[in-house]
């Protein structure tokens, strides 16, 4: 039974601001919905930039989440007690993902895509990165289409703009396909975090000599500023691929091209830039198949050993209290490493029966 009326707290974001308010479980009449208990919630840095008012188009506050099933209907569409990971692509209206609880109505298709049932053992901390990984996933799939349309190998190194999560994971997935990647950021910190955790092996990390070129590049900094897709640019070969992963908006340009439906969209489009001549290609989200591919890459039994090298990216671990006032701070200056939230709930869901299936 759904817990309508049941109070917990969340945080909601109000402009620029966060709110940690109580709010009760409502009564919506959709045709399905659900109520999850997160154990543990990522901050993404989109979520920073839902909070500087930086972020285009879409919403999803809270999306990087491991939670159980309190409750679900209609009947069947998932055991309450069965634990998942969020997809925040299927189309639903939600609360918060920082709270005790998380309300998700729509349509039962959609409800039933976004819950991706996952290993009881896997650690809390690493099921959480499921979501970036998967998204990473899709990236690197991206890149592979695009190669095979220009001709180019599947196997051709990439060079990676910007050493954050994003950039992280899109190199971990490379070379766990056997793909030479290298990472490359503006500021030494985050390569030298990466180093110190063990994340990359020390190659992938190596400063880029002056002047060395890449068939293909992945932009994945916090946004595709002038200043990063400058530096992206000047990474690829004449005649190579440029593959944006970095968030855009409309008029991100680039050799007087939109860029934003180029990711959005996910298209590869020829562009004559700062004197030479490449292709540009989008990706944009993940879909079910990524959610698989990532968490095979995060079984406990995968060779890359990846869920431990997850866990150890992992800096900092919120209550929700913590959290309100942490993530502006976050926002404004940046931090190194994964932040977890980790919201204490008013409900311990049931585990499923024997007889109960969670996918
Ligand atoms: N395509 C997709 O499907 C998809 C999915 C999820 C996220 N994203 C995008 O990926 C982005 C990167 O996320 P993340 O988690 O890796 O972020 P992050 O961990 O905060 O890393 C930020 C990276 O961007 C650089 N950076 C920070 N501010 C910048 C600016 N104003 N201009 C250019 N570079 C800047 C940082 O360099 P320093 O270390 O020098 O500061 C660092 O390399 C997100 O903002 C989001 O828009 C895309």
Redesign the pocket.
């Known amino acids: 039974m759904m817990p309508v009326g049941v109070r917990y707290r969340r945080i909601d974001r109000h402009g620029g601001e966060l709110r940690l308010r109580t709010a009760a479980v409502s009564d919506r009449d959709t045709e399905a919905a659900a109520v999850l208990a997160p154990e543990a919630v990522g901050v993404?840095?989109?979520d920073?930039?839902e909070l500087t008012g930086d972020?285009h188009q879409r919403r999803d506050f809270g999306h990087e989440i491991v939670a159980r099933v309190v409750a679900a209907r209609p009947d069947g569409l998932l055991p309450p007690g069965c634990r998942v990971v969020f997809d925040p692509h299927p189309a639903l209206d939600r609360t918060s993902g920082f709270g005790e609880l998380v309300e998700l109505y729509g349509r039962p298709d959609a409800l039933s895509a976004a819950l991706v049932p996952v290993d009881e053992t896997l650690d809390a901390a690493v099921a959480v990165q499921a979501e970036?990984l998967a998204?990473a996933v899709?990236?690197v799939r991206r890149l592979e289409t695009a190669s095979r349309q220009l001709g180019l190998q599947r196997d051709d190194p990439v060079a990676i703009?910007?050493?954050?999560?994003?950039?992280?994971l899109i190199a971990a997935v490379l070379l766990a396909g056997g793909v030479p990647a290298q990472v490359t950021?503006?500021?030494s910190?985050?390569v030298e975090f990466l180093r110190r955790r063990g994340f990359l092996p020390a190659p992938s990390l190596a400063a880029i000599p002056d002047g060395r070129r890449f068939p293909r590049v992945v932009l994945?900094?916090?946004?595709a500023?002038p200043?990063?897709l400058g530096r992206a640019v000047r990474l690829v070969e004449p005649n190579g691929l440029l593959m944006?992963?970095?968030?855009t908006r409309p008029g991100t340009g680039l050799g007087g091209i939109d860029l934003d439906p180029v990711?959005r969209r996910q298209q590869l489009v020829p562009i004559r830039a700062d004197g030479s001549g490449f292709y540009v290609a989008?990706?944009?989200?993940?879909v079910t198949d990524d959610f698989r591919k990532a968490l095979t890459l995060l079984a406990p039994s995968a060779e890359t050993g990846l869920p431990d090298r997850l866990a150890a990216l992992v800096t900092d671990e919120l209550s929700l209290d913590q959290a309100t006032r942490t993530l502006p701070r976050h926002a404004a200056s940046?931090?190194l490493g994964k932040t977890l939230v980790r919201p204490a709930g008013p409900t311990s869901p049931r585990r499923p029966t024997q007889e109960e299936t969670c996918g």
Do not use: D, K, M, Y
């Open positions: 993404c840095r989109s920073l930039r972020r970036p998204c899709h990236c703009v910007g050493a954050g999560a994003a950039g992280a950021n503006r500021g910190a985050r994945a900094t916090a946004a500023s200043e990063a944006l992963f970095a968030g990711r989008g990706t944009h989200g993940a940046g931090f």
